[in-house]
């Protein structure tokens, strides 16, 4: 019968050149750079993800493999789309990246199934040389001299004080949060800074400190992820 589809026919698969599977993921990873650089240029406030970076740079990879793997054919298209349906966690996962790595195997065990041996191979390979290099040149971390400062305040009290040395040590300070607390006259405050030195951090705790009214000095380094 002409008309029936035969999956295990060998000329049922979509044979890629090696020049042209490595021109793809080249050509998705210039994009996944370039996209995960706009992401970090354009990010705003303090829920910053290395992870997430990283995430989008592989994903779009990833995205690439399946393309090549699918092709034009119908049934590989649904077999992925079955693939992926039937998998269930129940573990929420903690970093995003692990999703990624579980799509990608995915992706390459639904390639070594068509006999796409060389996509996988250059595939495989391509995803984790790029992981070794995203670890070790920190690909994607904001480095930062903000820090987030949170304490206690006496209504009572004249603030002129810790604004002044505010203004002292720090290029920026923002007041992003005021929560009242179970005594009236106290609020709890929050201030994203930006230190003019970073040396003067201890500096600015000691003298904070020193403040009548000026209770539960934090300090928190915002310098990597950081959730709020």
Do not use: P
């Not at 799509?103 to 995803?127: D, E, P, Q």
């Not at 405050?189 to 209770?215: A, M, P, Q, R």
């Amino acid at each position: 019968m002409s008309d029936e589809i035969v999956i295990n026919n060998i000329t049922n698969l979509v044979r890629l050149d090696l020049n042209d599977i490595v021109l793809n993921l080249f050509v998705a990873a210039i994009s996944g750079f370039w996209l995960t650089f706009c992401y970090q240029k354009n990010h705003k406030g303090l829920s910053y993800s290395q992870s997430f970076v990283h995430t989008v740079l592989l994903t779009t990879i990833i995205m690439s493999l399946v393309v090549m793997t699918i092709g034009s054919s119908l049934v590989r298209a649904f077999a992925l789309v079955g693939a992926m349906s039937i998998i269930r966690y129940r573990t929420v996962l903690k970093d995003t990246k692990d999703l990624t790595y579980i799509f990608a195997a995915l992706v390459l065990g639904m390639g070594a199934g068509t006999g796409n041996f060389i996509l996988v191979f250059v595939g495989s390979l391509f995803i984790g040389l790029l992981s070794f290099i995203l670890t070790r040149t920190n690909y994607g971390a904001i480095y930062k001299s903000d820090y987030i400062i949170s304490f206690n305040f006496e209504k009572k009290s004249d603030s002129k004080r810790y604004i002044h040395l505010l203004d002292k040590y720090c290029r920026i300070h923002n007041l992003i949060n005021i929560e009242s607390s179970d005594t009236e006259d106290i609020n709890k405050l929050t201030y994203e800074i930006k230190l003019i030195e970073e040396k003067n951090s201890e500096k600015l705790l000691n003298e904070l400190s020193e403040i009548t009214g000026l209770t539960q000095l934090y300090l928190v380094a915002s310098k990597n992820d950081i959730d709020f």
